[in-house]
């Protein structure tokens, strides 16, 4: 039965190559001042998709936390020749989409616009402004500084943001990916428009940056995109490398009372960063754990057998340095002690024994909507952004699903037990699971 379930997913594989199934075929070069630039060719739809991403994240907050996540939402408040509203309007005439985010790792700016002229030229040119000219003026500064604040004083009320970051916190310690993205009241309140415009400076420059472009422009195009995007910035530096942070020594219990009918609750510990040689075990593992929805032992064990919550998980989150896997779930306050001991016993249980008929199963889910993973500009950007972050090799698409199908349950059980450390695990509860304890 097991050499049969392995000829199939090979017979799929071959299945997506018959069909004239490819990856996206991803270029890369650099810019004149050193900005890497990813591309692919999508010409079906007359769109173009661009992500501008800097090495400027929340690790990069110093002891100013939330510093980062405000320069990213503050750079389209004004620049030199536009104010807000102006930017705003001038993107909606063209029915471009902007935005911008930030997490612990990257900070980014984003553009969707038609590829047709002069649409596209008077897009780029307003997204490069904004990118290259942000004037960051007081006004815009204060309200987002002050909704900021308001925001995070309003998740203090919430028990699912106290253990989030309670787990960050106990996993990290002092490392710079320990505190909230956003940072916390007593930070942001302190934070001066100066240190924004210092930020910025520092840090969104082209060496320390990287451009994505996809869409129905041509490789000469697409050149002439990325130098006129980056090429309005400095070259500056890269940022400094991220140090490792220290991998516990010892269990970690964190129980904090809070008033409310739900307990939430998160486990886990130090997992891995981008492009371990493990990832493909790691994740295929975690897909069956607990990454799978109602595919998975998790789910089977916590909700569909006892019916202890409505939705349990498990995830590897693989940043620039080693960042987090865990399981998170909530439930009734009377079932949180249960809940842990079941998700313990089921972790136990899957790194003793893996079943290759469901791990079969998961890799034939896997494998079987790959294809689907990168069926639209917006995904292939986002996964295109994602290697050229984190230097993957520029076939990561066509390898992963060969590196899933050849995966055998040893080898995911190898990879787990070399990683995973189910006697050194963070667990944090915050709810009213006091009095259910006592009972």
């Known amino acids: 039965m097991k050499a049969i379930m392995r000829v199939m ?14 990856a996206p075929k991803i270029e890369t070069w650099h810019t004149a001042n050193g900005a890497k630039v990813l591309y692919v060719h999508t010409p079906d ?58 997490d612990r790792d990257m900070a980014s700016l984003t553009l969707r616009t038609l590829a047709r002229q002069p649409i596209m030229d008077e897009a780029v040119a307003l997204f490069t402004e904004v990118l290259s000219q942000p ?16 925001a995070l004083k309003e998740e203090e009320m919430k028990p699912s943001t106290l253990a989030a970051r309670a787990f960050w916190k106990a996993l990290y310690g002092d490392h710079p990916y320990a505190h909230p993205v956003s940072g916390l009241p007593e930070t942001v309140k302190g934070l001066q428009l100066e240190q924004v415009r210092a930020f910025y400076k520092r840090y969104y420059v082209a060496k320390n940056g990287l451009i994505s472009i996809v869409g129905a422009v041509d490789r000469k195009q697409a050149e002439a995109l990325a130098e006129r995007i980056m090429g309005a910035l400095p070259a500056g530096k890269k940022a400094a490398p991220l140090p490792a942070p220290k991998p ?21 510990q130090l997992g891995i960063k981008r492009g371990d040689a493990d990832y493909y075990a790691l994740f295929l ?62 972790l136990k249980a899957f790194m003793q024994h893996i079943d290759p008929d469901k791990l079969q199963a998961i890799k034939d889910n896997l494998l079987g909507g790959w294809p689907l993973r990168f069926d639209s500009n917006a995904k292939i950007l986002g996964y295109i952004n994602m290697i050229g972050f984190y230097d993957l090799p520029l ?45």
């Open 135 to 150: 004037a960051f003026p007081e006004g815009p500064f204060v309200r987002v500084k002050r909704n900021t604040l308001t």
């Open 395 to 439: 076939d990561y698409l066509e390898r992963f699903p060969r590196e899933i199908e050849r995966l055998t349950a040893d080898d995911v059980l190898a990879a787990w037990r070399r990683h995973i450390h189910p006697d050194r695990l963070v667990k944090v509860m915050v709810g009213g699971f006091k009095a259910s304890k006592a009972q």
């Open 285 to 346: 593992g975690n897909h069956l754990l607990g990454g799978a929805g109602f595919g998975s032992l998790l789910m089977e064990e916590v909700r569909e057998k006892r019916g202890l919550v409505y939705s349990v998980y498990s995830y590897f989150l693989p940043l620039k340095q080693p960042g987090p896997w865990l399981v998170s779930l909530s439930t009734k306050n009377a079932t949180a002690y249960e809940a842990d001991k079941v998700v313990r016993q089921t």
């Open 45 to 102: 739809l007359p769109m173009v998709d661009i992500e501008v991403t800097f090495d400027a994240g929340s690790a990069r907050d110093g002891k100013a936390w939330g510093l980062a996540a405000i320069t990213n939402a503050l750079l389209d408040a004004g620049t030199k020749g536009h104010d807000e509203n102006a930017i705003a309007e001038g993107f909606n005439a063209l029915g471009a989409q902007f935005g911008t985010s930030a």
């Open 248 to 268: 516990l020594d010892k269990a970690v219990d964190i129980e904090k009372p809070f008033q409310s009918t739900q307990t939430y609750y998160y486990l886990g």
């Open 9 to 22: 997913t090979g017979l799929l594989l071959l299945a997506w190559l018959a069909t004239g199934w490819t």
